[in-house]
T-cell receptor, first 115, second 113 residues
Framework: EPEVTQTPSHQVTQMGQEVILRCVPI?????FYWYRQILGQKVEFLVS????????KSEIFDDQFSVERPDGSNFTLKIRSTKLEDSAMYFC?????????????FGSGTQLSVL | DAKTTQPNSMESNEEEPVHLPCNHS???????IHWYRQLPSQGPEYVIH???SNVNNRMASLAIAEDRKSSTLILHRATLRDAAVYYC??????????????FGPGTRLSVLP
């Protein structure tokens, strides 16, 4: 089965540094998402992206966050100036063309540790 | 999104059936019922979904109450690999497809050997 690929699997950074998390969604998918999960907590929605623009975002997705699909295959999440509380597992997901029978496909995540 | 409620945790013995309940008393007529699960240290993965009729696939069965206010995910023979957090999510099929999936706390299933 096709997969959503995320790199790196682990990222360690210093507080205040910029990080870019990378994702390669499944090739014929149209909708892209970022979720995060703080250790021991539930999976939280950050942002959805369609047709090269943000379609929906949560309160968590403030001005420090941005997303981009720079080359038609990669989908990136940038955190401009990381805070300690940004430490979490970040999941990328994508949704295929089909509507009523859609299944959301998740990557295996990037564990971000902010020191 | 309409809300769902699930037990925090459940336990099962290996090779026995498991019935994971979900209540969704405010479900609307256009809400699909989706189940995802999250194995330890992995991203969520799709399990099954349905609208009104019971559904079966290679992973599980989904039993939907006649009034659609509750549903049950059935694992016919639990294995150790089925130990995970199981999420019941409602999705409105008339809504913009970009709408996010809202994950609740889910049910943590433990499978005992």
């Amino acid at each position: 089965e096709p997969e959503v690929t995320q790199t790196p699997s682990h990222q360690v950074t210093q507080m205040g540094q910029e990080v870019i998390l990378r994702c390669v969604p499944i090739s014929n998918h149209l909708y892209f998402y970022w979720y995060r999960q703080i250790l021991g907590q539930k999976v939280e929605f950050l942002v959805s992206f369609y047709n090269n623009e943000i379609s929906e975002k949560s309160e968590i997705f403030d001005d420090q966050f941005s997303v981009e699909r720079p080359d038609g295959s990669n989908f990136t999440l940038k955190i401009r100036s990381t805070k300690l509380e940004d430490s979490a597992m970040y999941f990328c997901a994508s949704l295929p063309r089909t509507g009523k029978n859609e299944k959301l496909f998740f990557g295996s995540g990037t564990q971000l540790s902010v020191l | 999104d309409a809300k769902t409620t699930q037990p925090n945790s459940m336990e099962s013995n290996e090779e026995e059936p498991v019935h994971l309940p979900c209540n969704h008393s405010t479900i609307s007529g256009t809400d699909y019922i989706h189940w995802y699960r999250q194995l330890p240290s992995q991203g969520p993965e799709y399990v099954i979904h349905g609208l009104t009729s019971n559904v079966n696939n290679r992973m599980a069965s989904l039993a939907i109450a006649e009034d659609r206010k509750s549903s049950t995910l059935i694992l016919h023979r639990a294995t150790l690999r089925d130990a995970a957090v199981y999420y019941c999510i409602l999705r409105d099929f008339n809504h913009n497809y970009g709408q996010n999936f809202v994950f609740g706390p889910g049910t943590r299933l433990s499978v005992l050997p």
